[in-house]
């Protein structure tokens, strides 16, 4: 029998705890997670955060023949749902984002390789909807960050970005 993902409701903050207690009754889940920035009283914190805050995925056979235990678990809702019908998600969406997986499991937004970045390279960096500075690649740093080097006040000064900030020139 094939089985199909589907989307499961969380309560808020709980798709952890779901997660865990699906996984006891020893169904497949899938709760995709993505590196976050806290910015909280002058301190700044990565954590990993689900990429879709108040779900998570189940695989089965049908939803129908476990709709009791979906809606009663602890941490969860039930199925995602319209009327009657429990629609799966399809298993391409999930392929892909378990494509952009790192080595840790957290699923990378961005892909710093569409950039094709090397030393040297002109860049702009976007600051918000309207301004850009314009600046020199320097090296990637992670997965997910860059050092540029700017003029600023006729010096250069190597500065660290998110790659998803730039733009090459």
Same mark, same amino acid.
């Given at each position: 029998?094939?089985?199909?993902?589907?989307?499961?409701?969380?309560?808020?903050?709980? &798709? %952890? +705890?779901? /997660?865990?207690?699906? =996984? $006891?009754?020893?169904?497949?889940?899938?709760? #995709? @997670?993505?590196?976050?920035?806290?910015?909280?009283?002058?301190?700044?914190?990565?954590?990993?955060?689900?990429?879709?805050?108040?779900?998570?995925?189940?695989?089965?056979?049908?939803?129908?023949?476990?709709?009791?235990?979906?809606?009663?678990?602890?941490?969860?809702?039930?199925?995602?749902?319209?009327?009657?019908?429990?629609?799966?998600?399809?298993?391409?969406?999930? &392929? %892909? +984002?378990? /494509?952009?997986?790192? =080595? $840790?499991?957290?699923?990378?937004?961005?892909? #710093? @390789?569409?950039?094709?970045?090397?030393?040297?390279?002109?860049?702009?960096?976007?600051?918000?909807?309207?301004?850009?500075?314009?600046?020199?690649?320097?090296?990637?740093?992670?997965?997910?960050?860059?050092?540029?080097?700017?003029?600023?006040?006729?010096?250069?000064?190597?500065?660290?970005?998110?790659?998803?900030?730039?733009?090459?020139?």
């Amino acid at each position: 029998m094939t089985k199909s993902w589907y989307a499961i409701r969380t309560k808020p903050r709980q &798709e %952890e +705890i779901a /997660k865990l207690n699906f =996984e $006891k009754q020893n169904f497949i889940t899938y709760l #995709p @997670k993505v590196k976050t920035t806290i910015r909280h009283a002058r301190k700044i914190t990565n954590a990993a955060r689900p990429l879709f805050p108040g779900y998570l995925f189940l695989q089965l056979s049908t939803p129908e023949t476990y709709l009791t235990s979906l809606s009663s678990t602890y941490g969860a809702i039930g199925p995602v749902r319209f009327g009657d019908y429990i629609p799966p998600v399809p298993d391409w969406i999930i &392929e %892909e +984002i378990k /494509k952009r997986e790192d =080595e $840790k499991g957290l699923v990378s937004l961005f892909d #710093p @390789k569409r950039l094709n970045l090397k030393k040297g390279d002109k860049v702009k960096v976007k600051l918000n909807h309207y301004d850009e500075l314009e600046g020199i690649f320097y090296a990637q740093r992670g997965q997910d960050r860059a050092i540029i080097l700017l003029n600023i006040l006729k010096n250069q000064v190597k500065t660290e970005v998110p790659l998803e900030c730039l733009k090459k020139v």
